[in-house]
Structure formats: structure tokens, C-alpha cells
């Protein structure tokens, strides 16, 4: 009955949230940013080209 608690106990808690992220325009660019992190002009953090604003599924941050 109780066969899979030991296994819930030893997954670390991950939180998948649908977070708003700005990611560079440039294709060669890896680049994006949180939107509760942006830089002050919206310009990506590595290249510096301009960003768009789309979702991603990313981990919550616990602060
Ligand atoms: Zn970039």
C-alpha cells in the first residue's frame, strides 16, 4: 500500500512553471533572460541584440 513512499521522499521538488521570458531575436544566439531579471533596455544579457517576449516551462526559483 505504502510501496512508492520511499521514492516520493527521495524526488527532490521541482516546480514546472509557464514563466515569461524575453529571448534574443538573433537565431545564432542562445540568449534570454527572466522577465523578473531583464536588463534595463530589454536587450539580450549575451549579444545585446533585442528581445521578444515568449513563455517557457522552466523550474520556479526559490528564493
Ligand atoms: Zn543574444
Redesign the pocket.
Known amino acids: 500500500m505504502f510501496f512508492n513512499k520511499k521514492a516520493q521522499e527521495e524526488k527532490p521538488e521541482v516546480v514546472i512553471l509557464s514563466t515569461d521570458v524575453y529571448a534574443?531575436l538573433?537565431n545564432t544566439?542562445n540568449?534570454w533572460m527572466r522577465k523578473d531579471f531583464v536588463s534595463v533596455d530589454l536587450k539580450?544579457p549575451?549579444?545585446?541584440?533585442d528581445t521578444t517576449l515568449e513563455v517557457r516551462d522552466l523550474p520556479e526559483i526559490l528564493m
Do not use: Y
Open positions: 534574443c538573433d544566439c540568449g539580450c549575451l549579444c545585446g541584440s
